[in-house]
């Protein structure tokens, strides 16, 4: 474990290393984020990010811990990694649409799924037993890394927002996988924590006043990656470990479901960009650039401690654990006005009910 640990500090290194040379790069490449009416910049930022990650986290898995990974599955990995990395690389420089993109993460969840050989198998429900996926497998595999990989890539907004948000919830998937769910399978956690490794020697270049972006390089191979670690658990899924990785993943989860409803709301495409993602409204309440992500980080930790809860919990008390989140988290959404300011069904009961008791 000594011996993983430092060559997971190697692999930060590493990546911290070749950040500035892939900031070159980008520019040699155009791979420029121009200030525009939707960023945040006010000059021009590289992109590319991505690609150290990338770069630090390949090395790492085949030559720094070279043999504690199942080399079908490793290479079988690698494939769809380097179909998602061309398809961020072509976005960052020439600017694809969005249904290019999620044809590019659709022959890498294919990838996965039959060559690599990760997917849902069944589902098992409390009071109805185990439901065998069949053919729904599929479906439902390539939703979830479409799904995680695009909830990825829309938080990533502010400098070392979704960099920082992604450590965390990997941090927490690893941790969770190693003590609770590996069930021998260590390799998934030191899997993660190589991730974990490459994106904290990322971080500082990332980080408000950014010198690099991650770019749709960065956040669809992240978010690639958190889909298929996530679903090395949901391989046999029972409602703890479904729940799990989607309560770590809350920040990203919540921020592109609740776009999804808005845009829904007010009769708007769903791939239309706006400027109400959860960093923008909190950005327009008053919170510095710098305060907004450290507050994100925040929520993505609060989240992270309660998916530590349900390993611990039986099946009631993860029952209510959810319930209470669903209840706090419909409760923050509408005292910050993700939805819109008209949106508030939950406070206005609460207003009704206590008008009702003032009352009595």
Not at 244 to 272: C, F, K, N
Not at 314 to 328: P, Y
């Amino acid at each position: 474990m000594l011996n993983v640990i430092l060559k997971l500090f190697i692999t930060m290194l590493i990546a911290a290393i070749i950040t500035p040379f892939i900031r070159k790069l980008a520019f040699v490449l155009g791979a420029v984020d121009n200030p525009s009416a939707r960023r945040v910049n006010k000059k021009p930022m590289p992109t590319l990010g991505g690609l150290a990650i990338f770069l630090a986290f390949n090395f790492s898995t085949f030559v720094l811990l070279r043999g504690q990974f199942p080399t079908h599955e490793l290479f079988s990995v690698f494939l769809a990694e380097c179909i998602i990395l061309l398809t961020g690389l072509i976005d960052d420089i020439r600017e694809l649409k969005p249904i290019q993109k999620l044809f590019g993460i659709f022959v890498a969840a294919l990838i996965v799924y039959f060559l690599a050989g990760i997917h849902m198998n069944y589902v098992t429900i409390m009071f109805w037993g185990k439901i065998q996926l069949g053919w729904l497998s599929l479906p439902i595999t390539v939703f979830w890394i479409l799904a995680i990989t695009n909830a990825v890539n829309l938080i990533d907004g502010l400098d070392g927002l979704a960099t920082g948000v992604s450590i965390i919830a990997l941090f927490t998937t690893g941790m969770i996988g190693y003590f609770f769910l590996s069930s021998g399978n260590t390799y998934i956690s030191i899997w993660i924590f190589v991730m974990v490794a490459s994106l904290l020697g990322f971080l500082p270049h990332n980080f408000h006043p950014a010198k690099i972006f991650l770019g749709d390089t960065g956040s669809l191979f992240i978010g690639f990656m958190m889909a298929v670690f996530s679903l090395k658990g949901l391989k046999n899924v029972t409602f703890v470990s479904l729940i799990i990785p989607v309560i770590i993943l809350g920040v990203p989860i919540t921020d592109t479901v609740y776009a999804m409803l808005r845009r829904i709301l007010h009769h708007r495409p769903i791939s239309q960009a706006d400027r109400h993602h959860l960093h923008h409204r909190l950005m327009q309440m008053g919170l510095s650039h710098r305060q907004t992500v450290l507050v994100v980080y925040g929520i993505a930790l609060i989240f992270s401690f309660i998916a530590l809860l349900y390993p611990v919990s039986n099946f009631w008390g993860s029952l209510l654990l959810t319930l209470a989140v669903l209840f706090g988290l419909e409760l923050f959404v509408e005292t910050i006005g993700l939805m819109g300011e008209d949106y508030k069904p939950l406070l206005k009961i609460i207003q009704k009910m206590a008008k009702a008791i003032e009352k009595k």
